[in-house]
C-alpha cells in the first residue's frame, strides 16, 4: 500500500493528502498540550474523541446553515475535509471571563460579560498565538475588513448554536475559539469553519457544579482528560446513555 503523503503535522492532528483533489485527511493524534507546549502528554483515546466530537458539532452547524470544511469521518481517528486556504487567526468568542482575558483585565473567573467578546490571535506558535488588534490585521493584510466581517458573523452563529446546544445537556459554554479558511471557487472565495471544535478548543462548564470538562482539566491538574471529554460525548449522546468513562470509548456510528 503507498504511504500517504504528510502535508503538516500540528499539536493535536495531522495532515494527509486526500483521496480527491481538494480534499485532506485530518487524523486525530491523542497529544496533549499547554502553555505552548511546554506542557505535555500523550492522553489515550483523546484522539478518537476529538474526532467524533468534532464531527458531531461540524455536522450540527451544517444543518443550520453555518458552512464547514467537514465532509465525512473515515475512521475512528480520521475524517474527511475540504482543503482551504487557512486565514492566520484564531477567532474567540468568550462568554464568561476566564482564562488569558480575565488575568489580563482583572476580572474574576466566571463572571459574566456584558455580551460576547470577538478575541483575535495570530496564529504563530513561536509566538504564543499573540492576541492582535483589527488594525494589526489589516496593516499586516492578514484578512480584508470583508474577511474579518464574514468572520465574525461566522463565530457568533456558531456561538449560538452551541451554546444552546451545550445548555441543553447541562453544560455552559465559557469560550471558544475556531478558524476561518477560504474555499476557492474560481475567483470567487466563500470562508467556511474549518479546523475542529471539540473540547480541546472550548472551555466547558457543568451549569449545577462548576466542573471543568475541557482541556483546563489538563492544565491544571483537576483529573484525567478523557474522563472529561468522555462525559461530554456521553451527555451529547455521542456515547451510550449508561457510558462510564473509560480510557478506550466505545463510540456508536
Known amino acids: 500500500m503507498a504511504r500517504r503523503k504528510k502535508i503538516y503535522e500540528g499539536k493535536a492532528k495531522i495532515l494527509y493528502e486526500g483521496p480527491e483533489p481538494g480534499t485532506i485527511v485530518q487524523y486525530f493524534k491523542d497529544d496533549a498540550t499547554a502553555f505552548n507546549a511546554e506542557k505535555r502528554d500523550v492522553i489515550e483515546g483523546k484522539g478518537v474523541l476529538n474526532n467524533r466530537l468534532s464531527e458531531f458539532f461540524m455536522t450540527g452547524l451544517g444543518t443550520v446553515g453555518v458552512p464547514t470544511h467537514f465532509l465525512k469521518r473515515l475512521n475512528m481517528r480520521e475524517q474527511l475535509v475540504r482543503q482551504v486556504e487557512i486565514i492566520p ?148 449522546g455521542v456515547l451510550p446513555a449508561n457510558a462510564t468513562p473509560i480510557i478506550k470509548p466505545t463510540l456508536i456510528n
Open 89 to 236: 487567526l484564531e477567532i474567540i468568542v468568550r462568554n464568561l471571563a476566564a482564562g488569558t482575558m480575565a488575568k489580563r483585565l482583572g476580572l474574576e473567573e466566571g463572571e459574566a460579560l456584558p455580551r460576547p467578546i470577538v478575541e483575535y490571535c495570530l496564529k504563530d506558535d513561536k509566538l504564543g498565538d499573540p492576541l492582535v488588534s483589527e488594525e494589526h490585521i489589516f496593516a499586516f493584510g492578514w484578512a480584508s475588513q470583508q474577511d474579518l466581517d464574514d468572520m465574525v458573523a461566522l463565530a457568533l452563529r456558531v456561538n449560538d448554536f452551541m451554546s444552546g446546544l451545550m445548555y441543553g445537556v447541562g453544560i455552559k459554554l465559557v469560550d471558544f475559539k475556531i478558524e476561518v479558511g477560504r474555499l476557492w471557487d474560481g475567483d470567487f472565495q466563500r470562508l467556511i469553519v474549518a479546523d475542529e471544535i471539540s473540547p480541546d478548543s472550548c472551555r466547558l462548564w457543568d451549569i449545577e457544579t462548576g466542573q471543568k470538562l475541557d482541556k483546563d482539566v489538563f492544565r491544571r491538574d483537576l483529573g484525567n482528560l478523557a474522563d472529561a471529554y468522555t462525559e461530554v460525548a456521553r451527555r451529547l
